[in-house]
């Protein structure tokens, strides 16, 4: 389960990611993240991974509140997470 509530994020450069996104996902649904440029995907997918920590409101995933998740726990949070990119950064001298 993914809940955001009320969530905010402003870059200290004041420019305004998210502002006041309500999301719930269920548990085994499965949704896709669209919109244009700049219409915070990338945001809203760092806050997911605890790349990133909101300006306010609060982010539920399953058991963990990424509102108040300690730094040194957030690789344990990241082991049971993928997430899928569109921009594939492979290496170049390797094979799949």
Same mark, same amino acid.
């Given at each position: 389960?993914?809940?955001?509530?009320?969530?905010?994020?402003?870059?200290?450069?004041?420019?305004?990611?998210?502002?006041?996104?309500?999301?719930?996902?269920?548990? &085994? !649904?499965?949704?896709?993240?669209? *919109?244009?440029?700049?219409? =915070? #995907?990338?945001? +809203? @997918?760092?806050?997911?991974? &605890? !790349?990133?920590?909101?300006?306010? *409101?609060?982010?539920?995933? =399953? #058991?963990?509140? +990424? @509102?108040?998740?300690?730094?040194?726990?957030?690789?344990?949070?990241?082991?049971?997470?993928?997430?899928?990119?569109?921009?594939?950064?492979?290496?170049?001298?390797?094979?799949?």
């Amino acid at each position: 389960m993914i809940e955001f509530r009320n969530v905010k994020k402003t870059y200290p450069t004041g420019t305004v990611a998210l502002k006041g996104v309500n999301l719930h996902i269920d548990d &085994g !649904e499965f949704v896709f993240i669209v *919109g244009h440029s700049g219409a =915070g #995907k990338t945001t +809203l @997918t760092k806050l997911l991974l &605890g !790349e990133e920590k909101a300006t306010s *409101g609060q982010i539920l995933v =399953g #058991k963990y509140n +990424l @509102t108040t998740i300690p730094r040194r726990r957030i690789p344990y949070y990241r082991r049971q997470r993928g997430v899928v990119c569109r921009d594939v950064r492979l290496l170049p001298n390797k094979a799949v």
